[in-house]
């Protein structure tokens, strides 16, 4: 209705009334753009606020599984460490059997740190670290996401390593059904104390 009364103000050249005309279509469509930025801005506001609380919860979580898988590791580690002390000593000392056992069965397993932190990812796939308003937070953010893909691939240099090494192990000794218990692991503890690949490739495992 306005372009019919502007196009019959503009054939009978009345300027005054297209310039009310103008000035009416200029003034809509600024508040019609108005509305739509701040209802942009309002959408912009809640993703943000509900990428920051998804954030929270999966952080909260990934830190308890990396604190708990951290002390496992650690306890792994010390074990593996004591079974190549007595390997190279020749002697068990404090070691059980079954300790050492389960010991040459640990330093195959990897505990993996595979917490996703799945709205990170999305942000970064969908373009949306934008929303983050606090220009530290949105670093931060942007710079885990780049350790993640590191620490990914260094894992699978590890894994790699690993695999390398494990037909030596293999034909050393006898693992356990599926190997879930390590006191039916056979093995004979001079023989291996003796062999020097075996242990090497155990220690190279073990870093």
Not at 64 to 79: F, G, H, N, V
Not at 154 to 173: C, D, G, Q, S, V
Not at 177 to 203: C, M, P, Q, R, W
Request: proline share 1%; hydrophobic share 45%; charged share 25%.
């Amino acid at each position: 209705m306005i372009l019919q009364r502007l196009g019959r103000s503009i054939r009978n050249q009345d300027w005054f009334a297209v310039t009310i005309e103008l000035t009416v279509v200029v003034v809509g469509i600024f508040l019609g753009l108005q509305v739509t930025d701040w209802n942009e801005a309002r959408k912009a506001r809640a993703d943000e606020r509900m990428y920051l609380e998804r954030l929270h919860d999966e952080l909260v979580v990934a830190t308890d599984q990396l604190a708990e898988r951290s002390a496992t590791l650690a306890e792994w580690k010390q074990m593996c460490s004591t079974a190549l002390e007595a390997m190279n000593s020749g002697e068990l000392g404090d070691m059980t059997t079954e300790q050492f056992g389960w010991a040459l069965m640990l330093v195959q397993r990897n505990v993996l740190v595979d917490s996703e932190i799945t709205t990170i990812e999305e942000l970064i796939a969908t373009g949306n670290l934008a929303r983050i308003r606090d220009p530290v937070l949105r670093n931060r953010i942007a710079e885990s996401y780049l350790a993640t893909e590191s620490l990914g691939r260094f894992i699978e240099l590890i894994a790699a390593r690993t695999a390398a090494l494990l037909p030596i192990l293999h034909t050393r000794f006898q693992p356990s059904i599926a190997g879930s218990t390590h006191d039916k692991v056979v093995f004979d503890f001079d023989a291996l104390a003796a062999d020097t690949e075996f242990i090497n490739a155990y220690a190279n495992a073990l870093n």
